[in-house]
């Protein structure tokens, strides 16, 4: 099993770009997540996914959207990218299952918007 | 803001030693869980406790919680230096409906010299 995979790794972008994160797994989860991640903040949830076709708002949404069309992918999408943006961006996962909780995450991807 | 906060932000020992971490955290909880950042990569979940158990063993860490104080603690016995790491609590509120949410504290980073 790959896991949690996330493309790309690397990206630079000029303020007004805009880009898609991809974000794959190979766990059968239900629950997808997207967080970001800057320095002294921790992580901090963006959106997230119950489910194929559902998705929901986080902590900090404004500026992004996402899509779960199908299971397995959960997209992170930047319409105007803003400096404010630059940051590491974290994709997880996890089972249906309140008992345990645990989310797997991606390798993260690093973006700076210039 | 943030629902868990560790202490310390920073923490270094030398290999051998143990170290301790601590978390607090504002609200009602199911769950609380650490996980672990080594530099430039993912989360890794290490244990998770849930609110009516006080004390949970995994190799060389234990977890403590007090419900009553909303805190929590992680010791690493017999520290080593690949143990350097960022460390992270996660609380799933009950405040949320939906499983599988957590809030991530800001983390304490862990520096083990040889």
């Known amino acids: 099993n790959a896991g949690v995979t996330q493309t790309p790794k690397f990206r630079v972008l000029k303020t007004g770009q805009s880009m898609t994160l991809l974000c794959a797994q190979d766990?059968?989860?239900?629950?997808m997540y997207w967080y970001r991640q800057d320095p002294g903040m921790g992580l901090r949830l963006i959106h997230y996914?119950?489910?194929?076709?559902?998705?929901a708002k986080g902590e900090v949404p404004d500026g992004y959207n996402v899509s779960r069309l199908k299971k397995q992918n959960f997209l992170l999408g930047l319409e105007s990218a803003a400096p404010s943006q630059t940051s590491v961006y974290f994709c997880?996962?996890?089972?249906?299952?309140?008992?345990?909780?645990?989310?797997?995450f991606g390798p993260g991807t690093r973006l700076t918007v210039l | 803001s943030q629902q868990g906060e560790e202490d310390p932000q920073a923490l270094s020992i030398q290999e051998g030693e143990n170290a301790t971490m601590n978390c607090s955290y504002k609200?009602?909880?199911?769950?609380l869980q650490w996980y672990r950042q080594n530099s430039g990569r993912g989360l890794v979940h290490l244990i998770l406790?849930?609110?009516?158990?006080r004390e949970k063993h995994s190799g060389r860490l234990r977890v403590t919680l007090d419900t009553s104080k909303k805190s929590s603690s992680l010791l690493i016995t017999a520290s080593r230096a690949a143990d350097t790491a960022s460390y992270f609590c996660?609380?799933?509120?009950?405040?949320?409906?939906?499983?599988?949410?957590?809030?991530f504290g800001q983390g304490t980073e862990l520096s083990v010299k040889p």
């Open positions: 766990m059968n989860h239900e629950y």
């Open positions: 609200t009602s909880i199911n769950n």
């Open positions: 406790i849930r609110s009516n158990e």
């Open positions: 996660a609380t799933d509120a009950t405040i949320y409906n939906q499983g599988g949410k957590l809030i």
């Open positions: 997880a996962s996890s089972y249906l299952d309140r008992v345990t909780d645990t989310q797997y």
């Open positions: 996914s119950v489910g194929e076709g559902t998705t």
